[in-house]
């Protein structure tokens, strides 16, 4: 993708990889829209995921997932978070590879620390067993479905979001490269500002 494309940035992980976060900084720097795919899936079916799990199963989930993923391919200038099991459907990885798809890569100790307690509100953790080892399971069967669905790939642990959605623009493209020096003023120290 080159420096300015206006084409559609779609982020890819396991839950707790940041996509949310992360796919809002990236938005708010570019000055592009964001969107939340499972928010768009409530929004279409006047569903919670957690209800639409529930009651229809996760196959149906699927078939909705890929409607609200089909219906962003018309934006432009749009980030759009995907649901962690995006990559499932093998059609879904094809397309998206040919998308500027940028996979969040996550260790499961910090994914699991960034959920915290919403880890037993993702339906597909909290289904059976403990949600923590099968978020482990999960991620160990996904990521080779992540790395042949992503274009690009960052690291996310123990960086800030905001830093991550940065080295999404580098690695893009978008930035070519950051001089400090050139924002040397920006960070001289004033003598008189002793007392700070
Ligand atoms: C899912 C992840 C969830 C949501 C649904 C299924 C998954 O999204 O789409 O519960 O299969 O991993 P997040 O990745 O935003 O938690």
Redesign the pocket.
């Known amino acids: 993708m080159s420096a300015g494309s206006e084409k559609n940035i779609y982020l890819i992980g396991?839950?707790g990889s940041g996509?949310?976060t992360v796919g809002e900084a990236l938005a708010s720097q570019l000055d592009w829209q964001f969107i939340d795919l499972?928010e768009r899936i409530e929004y279409m079916t006047h569903q919670t995921?957690r209800r639409i799990?529930e009651e229809e199963g996760e196959e149906a989930?699927r078939m909705y997932?890929k409607a609200a993923l089909m219906s962003t391919e018309k934006l432009r200038k749009t980030v759009v978070?995907c649901?962690?099991?995006i990559i499932l459907l093998p059609e879904i990885r094809q397309w998206l590879k040919k998308q500027a798809t940028v996979w969040l890569q996550v260790s499961s100790d910090e994914a699991i620390s960034r959920l915290g307690a919403e880890i037993k509100e993702?339906?597909?953790l909290a289904a059976e067993g403990n949600p923590e080892t099968t978020l482990r399971n999960?991620l160990a069967e996904r990521k080779p479905y992540y790395t042949a669905a992503a274009k690009y790939q960052v690291k996310t642990d123990n960086v800030d979001p905001m830093d991550v959605a940065f080295n999404i623009q580098m690695e893009m493209g978008f930035i070519s490269d950051f001089d400090p020096s050139g924002f040397d003023d920006l960070f001289t120290k004033d003598d008189d500002d002793d007392e700070f």
């Open positions: 396991i839950s996509k949310s499972d995921i799990f989930f997932e978070a649901g962690g099991g993702r339906p597909l999960i």
